[in-house]
């Protein structure tokens, strides 16, 4: 579902505590730190959000005092980030505080209407 967080699970045994979860939109050749979770010695799962578009990524989830014991997703998946396009208001439209206003929005996503 785009537009919010999905979850994470992994597996593994005799887990530290603390695993770090890392991103990357290209499969795998670039990474970017996401953050440190809680994990079980045999596994665990974290709410995962990224704001990049791709059909490319995949998770690396590493123990934070043992690096070997880490894995990447199995197979890359896709993240969308649709675009809005705002029709209202436009520039030169007031908006004042503390009163409604009324806005119009595309969502731009193909094959949803």
């Known amino acids: ?26 499969g795998g050749t670039n990474w970017w730190y996401l953050g ?7 596994g665990g799962n974290a709410a995962v ?4 578009s791709t ?10 005092n043992n690096p070997l014991a880490s894995d990447v997703s199995d197979a890359p998946f896709t993240v969308l980030i649709p675009s809005i396009t705002i029709w209202e208001p436009t520039a030169g439209s007031y908006v004042f505080a503390n009163s409604s206003a009324q806005i119009y929005w595309i969502l731009n996503v193909p094959g949803i209407n």
């Open 55 to 64: 059909t490319n990524a995949v998770l690396r989830i590493t123990d934070i």
């Open 36 to 42: 440190q979770v809680p994990s079980g010695p045999n």
């Open 1 to 26: 579902m785009w537009g919010a967080s999905e979850t994470a699970a992994w597996t593994g045994n005799n887990l530290s505590g603390v695993v770090s979860i890392e991103f990357s939109y290209d």
């Open 49 to 52: 959000g990224v704001n990049t």
